[in-house]
Every structure is written in structure tokens, then in C-alpha cells.
């Protein structure tokens, strides 16, 4: 495995259609390991292809299944060509920030509840429900897919204060 660079705006590929997975190889698994570690790293919950430089349709999202809990295990998603097939009614304003935005938060109207079809990391079809903060991120990272940025669906972008900066991180 091996940290790879997260690229920032204005780069080109941050801003394209990202291309499906078609081959399920080592080349592929190499990839997948380098974003779980680099998301990790960074430290993020979630990076998607295009945020290394890789115009491909692959995202890897690692997220607390019960955040009430302290310490509750982290659940580790990887999906291909990940596609929201449902979504709610139901919107939720939310502070997002960004790995490829660095310094700037913005709030985001996002669908409470999704669902996310696509094929995990040997190309077998998956599908995943999330609701909540993990449905947000999902959104995030697929809409890297396709060239669009949180910033891009944000009703208000700004440069976070330290004491502001704390209370997203947790």
C-alpha cells in the first residue's frame, strides 16, 4: 500500500465525468488499497478516485456505524460505479467539508436516505441503504464522479474558525 496525493481545485480531473470499472484486477485491488489508506491518513470519511488523480468511478467511504457509541467499529465501504438508485423525500442542511477543498466548509441540502447500488472491490453487485451522515457521504463521494464539488450545492461557503473547525471534526 502506498499514500498517494490528494489533488486540490482548480485540478481538471476533480472536475470531469470519471470513467466506469470495467476490470476487476491487481491493479485495481492496488488502487483500492492505496485510497483506504490515504482516506485514513488524511485523516477523511471518504475519497473517491478522482481526488488521487484517477478518472475511474471508485469510491471508498469508512464510517462509525453507531456514532452515539464511543468507539463503535468502523464499517469500510468500497464500491465501483457506485449510482444512487432511491432516494428520500426528506433533505437535511449539513457542514461538509472536503480533502480536494482544503480550509473551506460549506452547508449542503443532502437526502436523508439513499440507496446505492454498484460492485465492491472483486465486481460483485452490492447495494447499500444509508440514511443519516453516511447517506451524506455517499452523496459526497459519488457526486466527485461527476465532476461536481460540495461547493458547487452549498447555499453558503466559508473559511471555518478554530473553535468552529473542532466542533466538525468530532
Not at 139 to 161: C, F, M, N
Request: proline fraction near 5%; include cysteine.
Amino acid at each position: 500500500m502506498a499514500l498517494r496525493e490528494i489533488v486540490t481545485v482548480p485540478n481538471d480531473v476533480l472536475r470531469r465525468k470519471a470513467h466506469k470499472i470495467t476490470t476487476f484486477d491487481k491493479d485495481l485491488q492496488k488502487i483500492v488499497d492505496d485510497m483506504i489508506e490515504t482516506m485514513r491518513e488524511a485523516p477523511g470519511v471518504g475519497l473517491a478516485a478522482p481526488q488521487i488523480g484517477l478518472s475511474e468511478r471508485l469510491i471508498v467511504v469508512e464510517y462509525e456505524e453507531d456514532d452515539q457509541i464511543e468507539d463503535s467499529p468502523k464499517k469500510l465501504y468500497v464500491v465501483a460505479n457506485p449510482e444512487i438508485i432511491k432516494v428520500s423525500e426528506d433533505t437535511e442542511l449539513g457542514i461538509e467539508g472536503c480533502l480536494s477543498v482544503p480550509a473551506l466548509v460549506g452547508e449542503v441540502e443532502r437526502n436523508l436516505e439513499i440507496v446505492v447500488r454498484g460492485q465492491n472491490r472483486r465486481g460483485q453487485p452490492v447495494k447499500i441503504k444509508a440514511d443519516g451522515w453516511l447517506a451524506r457521504i455517499f452523496q459526497h463521494e459519488i457526486d466527485h464522479l461527476d465532476g461536481v464539488l460540495y461547493t458547487d450545492r452549498a447555499i453558503r461557503v466559508w473559511k471555518p474558525s478554530p473553535e468552529e473547525e473542532a466542533l466538525i471534526a468530532d
